[in-house]
């Protein structure tokens, strides 16, 4: 006896998208980068032909021209995280303000210590980073987080001694959105006399960032995790109580105070700045609205499938991001299945080292989990309407791939997977 | 990554999804992969046992798009030859015939495997059959 399954069709076409105003494919993976918002490119685009100077150049107009497009968007930049002018210096984004913050400090406090604390789910621009320092003689500790991704303070006091110089911990993940306490994570680093660095890529522009209030003293931003371009970031660095000095990781010509050398890329950085200045604007108007979106994916999801897994806390975490597991089907098949929709997966299958998401591992979910999550980035330009369209999809893919799973099969039966003795182990 | 239109269409149309019954002293299983590893293949074999022909074959598969074409295409394959013939079925055939890209080699080993397990089990069951047959002659 045999049972046959009948598997349905994956047919996006019976989903009439454009029926329904929907133009596809739809994005919504706004953590992996933002499409630019047209005023952005707007504020840009004098900036490549007409005021296309060196703003170091100090001599004549075409410099001075490209100076005050730079320093308005410093002004613009600085305004929106609450910091001074003198405090914001420009990258070539947040991967180089990483590098550059912990460098910098590094170099900078190699006789007062040798020891910098982070956490096991920073990007890898930061443990890299870290990585690169321990071969260097630096000792770093890697905190552990729980099982809703934040990092226990706890753990932090401890790990502090008289040799920690740095304390890096990112304000919000970039795969499960997670917000960790820095407000209180910079006040502890102040009362020890520790510097607090955060990388603020996946905050700034969606929450609240607030140096002087939040006790950070280097924040690093990107430009195209919020509608502005790609290849631009700036990081912040502050003067006052604490004073914090970074060496330079790039050399010649002293450029940004001496901390970052280089011919600036003025029509990035104008896009910065405007991407900066709509971010304050309708920052509290569009976390709502990304809230909203979020959740009724969440909702409309979560009450159609059983076993789907939220990862990471719900009640700190960006307003835009949801990452769900959804047992018994893998990450890749389940985006091949909606392949009219960009999200990403923590699955082995989609990362180019086969290594499952670090970032879920650490939360305690099981590797099979791991394998099985999406991560959903909503953006400024998603509806409602895709995010109906996106559940719906979501939803047949996964009930279709689990008619097509043997681990279905085996829990349906009233096997318990974990008691399973699996070949491939 | 972009997929083979033979990947795509075996993900949209898999082939023999499903299962046969376990207990039956025709029927192979094998069971290959682990969930931590992201792959777990079942694949099922009905051998004819006069001739030794593999008359059916079902598979399902938790794993990405490559694993599910490569077991989807296994069973394709090992329908209608003999048990011996399906061993000579090789990982790199599979590779060939879905143009996998070298990440998603080791789908193709998983399938290999697979059809091997569920040969072998199939064959572990003649073996046991086979002293009760003689007794009862």
Not at chain 1, 92 to 107: C, H, M, R
Not at chain 1, 215 to 224: Q, T, Y
Not at chain 2, 76 to 104: F, H, Q, R
Request: proline share 4%; hydrophobic share 40%.
């Amino acid at each position: 006896m045999s049972t046959d399954v009948k598997i349905p069709q994956a047919a996006p076409e019976t989903h009439s998208a454009t029926a329904k105003g929907i133009k596809l494919p739809i994005y919504m993976d706004n953590h992996a980068t933002t499409p630019m918002d047209p005023r952005v490119l707007e504020e840009m685009l004098p900036y490549f032909m007409e005021k296309f100077g060196n703003s170091a150049s100090r001599n004549h107009s075409f410099g001075w021209a490209a100076e005050e497009g730079v320093e308005t968007a410093r002004e613009r930049i600085a305004k929106l995280i609450g910091a001074t002018t003198k405090e914001v210096i420009f990258t070539s984004g947040a991967t180089e303000s990483d590098n550059l913050a912990i460098k910098g400090v590094a170099e900078m406090y190699r006789e007062k210590g040798n020891h910098i604390i982070t956490a096991v789910t920073e990007h890898k621009a930061v443990l890299d980073t870290c990585k690169r320092l321990e071969k260097y003689g630096y000792r770093v500790t890697y905190l552990p987080v729980q099982k809703d991704g934040l990092i226990d303070l706890d753990d932090l006091k401890r790990a502090m001694d008289d040799k920690t110089i740095l304390v890096t911990i990112m304000y919000a993940n970039n795969e499960i959105g997670v917000l960790q306490p820095v407000a209180e994570i910079g006040k502890l680093c102040h009362e020890k006399g520790v510097i607090f660095h955060t990388d603020a890529t996946q905050a700034v522009g969606k929450v609240p960032v607030d140096v002087i209030k939040q006790n950070i003293d280097l924040a690093s931003i990107s430009g195209h995790k919020m509608y502005g371009p790609k290849g631009v970031g700036a990081l912040y660095v502050r003067r006052k109580n604490p004073r914090v000095q970074i060496s330079a990781i790039i050399d010649g010509g002293g450029h940004e105070r001496g901390m970052r050398s280089g011919t600036l890329n003025v029509p990035g950085i104008v896009g910065l700045g405007k991407a900066c200045a709509i971010a304050l604007e309708e920052m509290p108007k569009e976390s709502c609205h990304l809230a909203g979106l979020r959740n009724r994916l969440k909702d409309r999801i979560m009450g159609k499938l059983d076993e789907a897994y939220i990862n990471g806390s719900m009640e700190h975490r960006l307003p835009g991001n949801l990452n769900i597991s959804f047992a018994y089907v893998e990450g890749e098949s389940l985006l091949m299945g909606i392949n009219d929709i960009a999200v990403s997966s923590g699955s082995a299958c989609t990362s180019a080292t086969l290594e499952p998401s670090y970032v879920l591992k650490a939360l305690g979910t099981g590797d099979d989990l791991a394998h099985s999550s999406i991560r959903f980035g909503f953006g400024r330009f998603n509806t409602e309407a895709e995010v109906d369209y996106v559940a719906d999809r979501v939803i047949e893919t996964v009930e279709r791939l689990r008619e097509l799973s043997p681990l279905y099969e085996m829990a349906k039966e009233g096997i318990n997977l974990k008691d399973v003795k699996w070949a491939g182990e | 990554m972009s997929y083979s239109d033979k990947v795509i269409d075996h993900y949209n149309n898999p082939r023999n999804v499903g299962s046969l019954d376990k207990s039956s002293t025709d029927v192979g299983t094998g069971l290959v992969g682990a969930p931590e590893c992201g792959d777990v293949m079942k694949l099922q074999i009905k051998v004819n046992r006069e001739t030794n022909v593999i008359e059916e074959a079902k598979f399902k598969t938790f794993g990405c798009g490559s694993a599910i074409a490569s077991s989807s295409l296994a069973t394709e394959w090992v329908k209608g030859k003999t048990v011996d013939e399906a061993l000579s079925i090789k990982n790199m055939d599979i590779v060939k015939e879905l143009s996998l890209p070298p990440v998603k080699i080791h789908c193709s080993v998983l399938a290999e495997d697979a059809i091997r397990a569920a040969i072998g089990d199939w064959k572990k069951k003649q073996d046991i059959a086979k002293p009760v047959a003689a007794e009862a002659k």
